[in-house]
């Protein structure tokens, strides 16, 4: 399935035909070959009734005499049947084909869209809630192309066939006959369109379960420790019940149209056997044509029957389908859409601005070139109270030098280096990287350049050796990884674990020390050896050992630019540079002793630091 674009309102029966102009050839043949058992099928079963029709009168008009055309008919009868069953089979065989290909493709562009997404989509969204959402929106347009070839089409085509029969047999039989038709369809409109706020309900109260269980999970420990588990249980029965209410009124409803439909097929099947049978006492049709369009009407009304139970869960499907076209139909992030065609640009910016190779310790040696300007920088976030969290920001950091970022919570240190980074978007000013304008730069190009350390480390499960490659397995060795580590201070931790580099790495991390799990994280982005490495608060959730631990990896590594965001002061001593922020606006900077001994921000923010370590 390819990304979708249109409306966001896009009917099930649009939808169910995008999916099929989107399918391979391959699939495509296959549709089309079980399009033709489906047709030869439903004409082989309209086909049945009229056989037996013609028998009865047979055995009507000569009772004691067995013809042979008695038992070439029951053969014929036996054998139509048995072909039909066999064209079934073929027909699911190649509709399952073709699903199963398609959910399995549908699930593969879902994700990867999710990962290009910008990312205050994921953040202002319950995860649960969008996973929930994804994953129904695949199961739905799938369960949509099978309900097309499974059901719908197959079913429409035998009521097609059969009306068609009854035409050529008799046209005033048939009239009555299809009289049913519209009837029904009347009904099932109408019981579509009342439910269709219901529906809504329903998926927005699953939803609304599928974010709270997926947020308690990672705070089970929590939970347990203040015995919320009773509170947090209440919360999620409280949405059990609004969501049985939805479907309770939903089923109530069923229940009256169930109702409805039947005394309308009723109504119509006696009058097709009154009337039918009215014309064979007049001679105008023999005993065996009642039995006929007995059959045949039946071969209308099943599909009838079945046509709500396809329509509602088509309009279930096509709702989640829809949730899922309207998600591929969003934009990439924007650093996912440059091109590579200024690369030839940006590498000479690269020569022309080299690392500051063998700097190391604050004030060491000269500089070389800017590596990040920033001008008067502005940003607020989305959707907020329009405050601004960056107001003016200018900032520039020479090549090798180490900066750190300090200043109140709340005063935009995270964001700037999210935003260097391009994990932030929508803010207004001029900011380049290595000389060329921070826009032109791709995703792929800034983790080239760029490495980030964000306070929150992420490991994934898997081995210790897979969470530092982190995607580049086919283009480093061993080694290079041994030697990222080291420069991590975490090659000798790893080496004493039981199987080394092969240790598996629980969820989250949590076979690992604070300490141990972000030198790790930090270890993976000097494996790609940027020239740039910002450090979003790496040490702040870490106890004191562990913070020691992560700042001398810190403080030892050479010939990087850095970007520091420091919650814990001290740890910024050998900065070479530090950029005090506040309300947003850069406040002051110098070096740790210059703004240790002014009275400005920074040192009323470091007694205010020392006097919660005394209290503590």
Not at 93 to 107: G, I, K, M, P
Not at 303 to 311: G, K, V
Not at 343 to 365: C, I, Q, S
Not at 412 to 438: A, C, M
Request: aromatic share 6%; charged share 20%.
């Amino acid at each position: 399935m390819r990304k979708s674009r249109g409306s966001p309102e896009i009917s099930a029966a649009r939808l169910a035909w995008r999916a099929l102009c989107q399918l391979h050839v391959r699939q495509r043949v296959f549709l089309a070959m079980a399009a033709v058992a489906m047709l030869a099928s439903a004409f082989l079963t309209a086909i049945v009734p009229v056989v037996l029709g013609q028998l009865v009168n047979k055995v009507v008009a000569q009772p004691h005499v067995i013809h042979r055309a008695l038992l070439t008919g029951l053969i014929t009868v036996a054998a139509v049947l048995l072909i039909t069953q066999l064209l079934q089979v073929i027909r699911r065989q190649l509709v399952e084909s073709v699903s199963t290909a398609f959910e399995r493709d549908t699930r593969e562009l879902a994700y990867e869209h999710v990962l290009h997404q910008d990312l205050s989509y994921v953040q202002q969204g319950k995860i649960g809630g969008i996973y929930g959402r994804i994953n129904r929106g695949i199961e739905g347009s799938t369960r949509l192309l099978k309900l097309s070839f499974m059901d719908f089409l197959p079913t429409g085509a035998l009521a097609l066939a059969a009306v068609a029969i009854s035409f050529s047999r008799n046209v005033s039989v048939a009239l009555v006959m299809a009289c049913v038709i519209p009837t029904g369809l009347l009904l099932v409109r109408w019981q579509i369109h009342s439910q269709a706020g219901i529906r809504v309900a329903v998926r927005n109260h699953k939803e609304e379960i599928d974010g709270q269980v997926v947020e308690l999970l990672p705070a089970l420990e929590t939970v347990r420790a203040y015995n919320a588990q009773d509170y947090f249980s209440a919360r999620v029965a409280v949405s059990a019940g609004e969501l049985r209410g939805a479907e309770m009124r939903h089923h109530r409803a069923m229940a009256w149209f169930d109702a409805a439909k039947y005394a309308n097929e009723a109504l119509w099947y006696v009058l097709v056997l009154s009337f039918a049978i009215g014309l064979v006492t007049v001679g105008r049709l023999g005993p065996g044509e009642v039995l006929a369009y007995a059959l045949l009407f039946n071969n209308i009304i099943a599909p009838l029957r079945d046509l709500h139970r396809m329509l509602d869960e088509a309009a279930e499907s096509g709702q989640q389908a829809r949730d899922l076209a309207n998600l591929l139909d969003r934009p990439k992030d924007v650093s996912f859409s440059v091109s590579n065609r200024r690369a030839v640009v940006r590498e000479a910016a690269r020569e022309a601005v080299p690392v500051g190779a063998g700097v190391k310790g604050p004030n060491a040696g000269a500089f070389c070139d800017e590596v990040v300007q920033v001008r008067d920088v502005m940003f607020s976030y989305p959707g907020g109270d329009g405050s601004r969290v960056l107001d003016g920001v200018s900032l520039s950091v020479r090549s090798g030098e180490r900066v750190g970022l300090a200043g109140p919570s709340g005063c935009g240190k995270s964001t700037l280096l999210k935003i260097i980074d391009r994990l932030q978007h929508g803010y207004v000013g001029d900011i380049e990287l290595f000389g060329v304008p921070l826009s032109s730069y791709s995703r792929a190009e800034l983790a080239r350049r760029v490495g980030y350390v964000s306070q929150r480390y992420f490991l994934y499960r898997g081995t210790i050796y897979d969470n530092i490659v982190f995607g580049l397995e086919d283009e480093v060795i061993p080694s290079q990884v041994e030697d990222a580590a080291r420069r991590a201070n975490v090659h000798d931790v790893i080496k004493n674990l039981s199987d080394g580099y092969q240790t598996l790495v629980h969820e989250r991390g949590d076979s690992l020390s604070g300490g141990q799990a972000q030198r790790i994280c930090l270890a993976r982005a000097l494996l790609r050896r940027p020239d740039l490495l910002l450090l979003d608060e790496p040490t702040s959730a870490l106890d004191n050992e562990s913070q020691r631990a992560v700042q001398r990896a810190i403080e030892e590594l050479e010939g990087i630019t850095i970007i520091e965001v420091a919650h814990r002061l001290d740890t910024l001593r050998s900065a070479d540079r530090i950029c005090v922020l506040e309300d947003g606006r850069l406040a002051e900077q110098g070096t740790y002793d210059e703004l240790a001994s002014s009275d400005g921000v920074f040192a009323r923010l470091l007694r205010s630091s020392h006097d919660e370590d005394l209290r503590g």
